[in-house]
């Protein structure tokens, strides 16, 4: 075997991500240092993902991709973001001087950069555009979503795609994997089977990195996507990023024991989504009450539930509030969204699931509870609108829960410490994993090497 073909036996071996992007860059002058990185990155690149935590400039990389992706192709490049976010966007646009247009019809397409919400694409030809962003990616989360796959469908042979969300939990291998496949790098079951491994007794969705694969895993993960839950991670400068904590408090409500006990003197509340949304309606009017109460005041707040009773409830118990609610259109919801955004409503009553991610609400450092969420990252995502950078106030948090809803609650969400420990985690993994990427990429050139006579005899061939 020759010194040639054992090298390119070596370079089989591992996963390469192919590098099928843009060289000559002229990157936007207002990006920061880590914003710089990654731009440059996803360009060079031509297919990434960008996982940078709330507030860290995930629009600005987005724009001045997909503004320098358009002027190569000559294409338009499309920008899909959730609901509000759209009008959003072309905002941020105008803000870096960036040229950036909204779009809702076949007949608003155009050249240069244009922004779509995620509810619109079934009405656009995919073929025209040069390529495709994909803001809050974490769309791309559900395994066998509609929405997934039609993503996934539509831009299957788009040579330019940007995939841009927070950084994912570090043990979502479904949110992984799906980037990775819609980036075209590599299937999900592929990902799992090199990687990972199933320990249950029974197949399931429990997934689990093998021990000796971790630092492999993550060296892969770089080799297509940047991650930041600081700028300092990927060589920026944390001034201003580092937020005080947050001013939470737990607002107890004492419920009704007696209603609904099937016999018995008191009602015990049981650990399931069946009781859990009991609770909520014993519960509804008292825990409406002590929301309202924390809102009556007269700076901006946002206020999260989780049903139409209860907005409904808070919004007629709320002064200057309005709700934004699921049966609303798309046109309204937008409306109302963006409106208190700009300052035309003190008061938005809406569930984390319809505005929890995207939108950016520093002008408001108060947002009250007044139900909580199974979820976790709801939760996450609804406190980050507010608690991010360009937020100038202390952020106050005011959690409303009833007395018989305490144990669900440390349940839901006490894991909130072990899910940062993880993800500091995956930031160091990836930290060291991005470092060596750039080295080796850095040094990666033929060997100038002068061997030996007796390195190049026969023996060398055999």
């Not at 580092?242 to 049981?270: C, N, W, Y």
């Not at 009450?289 to 139409?308: F, G, M, Q, S």
């Not at 409503?345 to 991610?357: D, E, M, N, S």
């Not at 608690?387 to 669900?408: C, K, M, P, Y």
């Amino acid at each position: 075997m020759s010194l040639e073909e054992y090298r390119k036996f070596i370079n089989s071996k591992a996963p390469i991500v192919a590098h099928d992007g843009l060289s000559d860059l002229v990157t936007s002058p207002k990006a920061k240092a880590h914003q710089k990185t990654s731009i440059e990155f996803a360009l060079n690149l031509g297919r990434a993902a960008l996982f940078l935590d709330t507030g860290l400039g995930k629009s600005l990389c987005e724009l001045d991709w997909a503004r320098q992706v358009s002027e190569e192709t000559r294409k338009p490049v499309l920008i899909l973001t959730p609901l509000a976010v759209a009008a959003q966007m072309v905002r941020e646009g105008e803000k870096f001087g960036i040229d950036a247009r909204q779009i809702r019809e076949p007949e608003d397409v155009g050249s240069g950069v244009l922004v779509a919400n995620y509810e619109r694409l079934h009405k656009f030809d995919v073929s025209k555009f040069g390529g495709v962003v994909l803001d809050e990616s974490s769309i791309l989360k559900s395994f066998a979503g509609r929405t997934r796959n039609m993503l996934m469908d539509a831009f299957r042979d788009t040579r330019f795609k940007l995939a841009a969300t927070a950084t994912p939990s570090p043990n979502d291998h479904t949110e992984l994997g799906n980037h990775a496949e819609f980036l075209g790098v590599m299937r999900q079951q592929e990902m799992l089977s090199k990687w990972f491994i199933n320990d249950t007794s029974t197949a399931s969705q429990d997934w689990r990195l093998k021990g000796h694969a971790v630092e492999d895993f993550w060296s892969w993960v770089a080799s297509w996507s940047r991650c930041a839950t600081l700028p300092s991670d990927i060589g920026g400068d944390d001034t201003g990023y580092v937020l005080p904590s947050i001013d939470r408090k737990i607002h107890v409500v004492e419920a009704d024991r007696t209603m609904e006990a099937q016999g018995m003197l008191f009602r015990i509340p049981e650990m399931s989504a069946t009781s859990f949304h009991a609770e909520k309606r014993i519960t509804l009017k008292q825990r409406c009450e002590k929301a309202a109460e924390l809102a009556n005041h007269d700076k901006p707040v946002t206020v999260w539930c989780e049903t139409n009773d209860e907005s409904t409830m808070l919004g007629r118990m709320i002064d200057g509030a309005v709700e934004v609610r699921g049966d609303h259109s798309a046109d309204e919801k937008e409306k109302r969204l963006l409106g208190f955004a700009d300052g035309d409503y003190r008061v938005i009553v809406t569930k984390p699931k319809l505005a929890g991610f995207g939108v950016n609400w520093q002008h408001c450092a108060h947002a009250v509870f007044a139900s909580i969420s199974f979820s976790y990252e709801q939760h996450y995502q609804a406190v980050r609108r507010s608690h991010r950078f360009g937020q100038l106030q202390q952020v106050r948090n005011d959690i409303v829960i009833s007395d018989t809803e305490g144990a669900i609650w440390q349940a839901i969400h006490g894991k909130s410490e072990k899910h940062d420990e993880m993800k500091r985690r995956m930031s160091e993994a990836m930290n060291r994993a991005q470092n060596e990427t750039v080295n080796r990429v850095k040094y990666d050139r033929p060997l100038d090497l002068a061997f030996p006579e007796w390195i190049k005899s026969e023996g060398m061939n055999t």
